[in-house]
């Protein structure tokens, strides 16, 4: 029987090697818009859900959803530091990725030592205003921070008193599911609202906490731990904590405030 030789089988090999490469390049490349668009889609109904523009698991098509977004939200790049927003000609919100200026260097810095364990913060975050006509109805926040496996990305929304909380949400996380996981579980999620972010010196105050949590008239600060998990609870307390202060959107909130004739929160 005739054999062929090793150049042969080399010449196959790699011939076989470039195929697959290109196979998968162009997946990945093909791939790219669909997927940035379904994280997209993804972040718009989260944010729509947190507001109360839809049902959690509302049927509804990736059009309506953009469609529902776009009537009824305004996202805004600011400056975390001043507080100020940043001119839509300078950076446009429909683009802009916070995660993206973490990476560099002239547009993050390292953050001071925190419980939430977030190591850079972006000079720049994207907050999303729930308009009604020409108002600001509600302001949605982006907030980061370390749980117990993983960094819990999600959204905290405020009523336009700037303190008082109409919703939280994690879109992204690695806890484990039944235990720190339950950061998405909708009646966790319902016991926040109501409650109030800052206490009535302006500081930072909603915290998760193990035992007897009473309702929001009568517990504004505490809400209750998630049972099982309290690496995950304490993170979520921490990275508020961050994120409403002044390393966060403390800043942009007393800026919306002195804009809207707020007064203090509290
Ligand atoms: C497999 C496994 C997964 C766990 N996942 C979490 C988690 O996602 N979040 C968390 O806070 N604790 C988690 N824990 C529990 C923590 O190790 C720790 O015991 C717990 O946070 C203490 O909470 P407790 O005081 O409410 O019991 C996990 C434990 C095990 C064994």
Same mark, same amino acid.
């Given at each position: 029987?005739?054999?062929? %030789? ?10 076989? +090697?470039?195929? +697959? ?56 790049? #600011? ?48 907050? *999303? ?15 980061? %921070? ?6 819990? *990305? ?16 994690? *879109? ?21 609202? %109501?409650?109030?972010? *800052? ?18 008239? #009568? ?42 004739? %707020?007064?203090?929160?509290?």
């Amino acid at each position: 029987m005739q054999t062929k %030789g090793s150049t042969y089988t080399i010449v196959f090999a790699l011939i076989t +090697c470039v195929i +697959c490469s290109a196979v998968i390049s162009i997946a990945a490349v093909s791939l790219k818009t669909r997927i940035a668009d379904n994280r997209l889609l993804d972040k718009q109904k989260k944010v729509l859900v947190v507001t109360g523009l839809m049902e959690d698991g509302e049927a509804i098509s990736p059009e309506e959803v953009a469609n529902r977004f776009d009537a009824n939200i305004v996202a805004r790049v #600011v400056d975390l530091e001043t507080g100020k927003y940043v001119p839509e000609d300078e950076i446009d919100p429909s683009t802009f990725d916070q995660q993206d200026e973490l990476s560099d260097p002239a547009l993050s810095r390292d953050a001071p030592k925190n419980p939430a364990q977030v190591s850079r913060l972006p000079k720049h975050a994207q907050v *999303y205003h729930v308009m009604d006509g020409e108002r600001v109805n509600k302001i949605v926040l982006p907030v980061e %921070g370390k749980g117990l496996w993983s960094t819990l *990305y999600g959204f905290l929304v405020l009523e336009d008193d700037t303190n008082t909380i109409g919703g939280i949400t994690f *879109y992204k996380h690695g806890e484990t599911p039944g235990l720190g996981g339950e950061v998405d579980n909708p009646k966790w999620k319902a016991k926040w609202e %109501g409650r109030k972010a *800052y206490d009535d010196s302006g500081e930072p105050a909603i915290r998760v906490v193990k035992g007897a949590v009473g309702t929001a008239d #009568v517990d504004p600060h505490k809400v209750d731990a998630l049972s099982g998990a309290t690496i995950t609870s304490n993170g979520v307390s921490f990275l508020l904590e961050l994120w409403l202060g002044d390393d966060g959107f403390g800043p942009y909130l007393q800026s919306f405030r002195d804009d809207n004739g %707020g007064t203090e929160a509290g």
